[in-house]
């Protein structure tokens, strides 16, 4: 079974000897850094993709305030029996929305041939990752922690924990989208890695919702609520120290297969 | 500076079937390599192969003389591969999409130049149309500007001529050629025949 090779079918010796003279006109290059612009870049385009595509950015939104609409009417408007379950379902809810909007994270550019490009960059791909990844939060986290507060009115949560669930959910949902981005390169290559995705990623999503729900709940007994945002901050810190680089490893591991 | 691409014993399998074995391989400047195969004889795994985006294979890579792995930068900023997939996002325009590609090479360049790059590619007046909305052939196009926009010395072109009409397909002949007189060097595979030059060498798979 080894391949036949007729090299030089035909091929001249003579070119060597016309192109030599000419070789210049195609320099080399040496690499020469511009990681910056290249991320930049990345994030503007992304962000203008997003943005042009309204309904995909909607999405999770929308389904976090219908699932936060809907508890009230199923379970019952006692606002005493709701402000116990507040902090957990608006953190679940939350979760799940940041979860669903994952998958088209590296959709779209595997199908079309860009992530192949991505990978060719010659740029360090964690970079280039991170700051895909950054657009995903900016578009995703950043509007359901901005909007859950106003869900919290409908749940009847009590004040003072308002400014804590916005800002808890900033800091957790920065380390979902870091985390669910890992799961979401493993599955780009997957015709169906939805499911997959979600079961890869849930396990590692605990402990973000662990405390950052238990922030919200520590807001509204009056307790402290630094220890728990501490914790989501080093977890987020902690995130992005290593997802980019397995973000990349990951997306190396897809594009393989 | 002279370039060579150089594979040792390379062998690739896929679904217990050898696609090839044992291939020895040598690209230099001035040079147009064409793989010629049948569908399924593994032209385009070779492709991903020589530039860097498949690791599971047998076999050795240098790149001017030193192993793919400690070279994989130098050999990456003079790359330019174009594969089966155009890699053109359909929610972007044209323009867009070349400032992108060009800012991932580290160069942010000006808008001049990228009009330049779609007018040879036959896209004046296409700039701001969303590429969703182009033909397939003209999608293609756009991402043929890039070998005009950011000059590299290795082109690995995988089906460059899918889709293109036939005078984009001698155009883009013609400039295959053009960059193989001026030094650079192309690896191709096409269905479609390319004309006799003596730059062009062909390697047989399958």
Known sequence: MHSSLHGASNSGSSQSSETAQQVSAVPLREHNGGLMTAVKATLVRDLTLLLRRRGEVLNPLVFFALVITLFPIAISPDPELLAVIAPGLLWVAALLAALLSLDSLFRSDYDDGSLEQLLLAPQPL???????????????????????????????????????LALSLALGTAS???????????TVGLARGGVLLSLLVLPLYIPVLIFGAGAVQA??????????????????????????????????????? | ????????????????????????????????????????????????????????????LFWNGAAMNEAREHFLANLLYLGHAPGIKSGLSPLENLAWYQALSGESGNEDQRLEALEQVGL????????????AGQQRRVALARLTLTPRALWVLDEPFTAIDRHGVVDLERQLVAHAQAGGCVLVTTHHELTASPLLRRISLG
């Open chain 1, 219 to 257: 807001a509204i007994f009056g307790e402290g609520v630094s220890a728990h945002l501490a914790i989501l901050g080093a977890l987020l810190a902690a995130s992005l120290m290593l997802a980019p680089w397995a973000i990349a490893a990951s997306l190396r591991i897809s594009i393989n297969g």
């Open chain 2, 1 to 60: 500076m002279s370039l060579c691409l150089q594979a040792r014993q390379l062998a690739c399998e896929r679904d217990d079937r050898w696609l090839f074995q044992g291939l020895d391989l040598e690209v230099r400047n001035g040079e147009i390599v064409r793989i010629e195969g049948p569908n399924g004889s593994g032209k385009t795994s070779l492709l991903k192969i020589l530039s860097g985006q498949l690791s599971d294979y047998q076999g050795e």
């Open chain 1, 126 to 164: 964690a970079a280039l990752s991170l700051a895909k990844v950054a657009v995903h939060w900016l578009l995703t986290g950043l509007p359901l922690a901005l909007m859950a507060p106003i869900l919290g009115i409908m749940l009847a949560l009590p004040a003072g924990s308002y400014a804590v």
């Open chain 1, 176 to 186: 979902l989208s870091l985390i669910g981005a890992i799961g979401a390169a493993l």
């Open chain 2, 124 to 135: 004046a007046g296409f700039e701001d149309v969303p590429a969703g909305q182009l033909s």
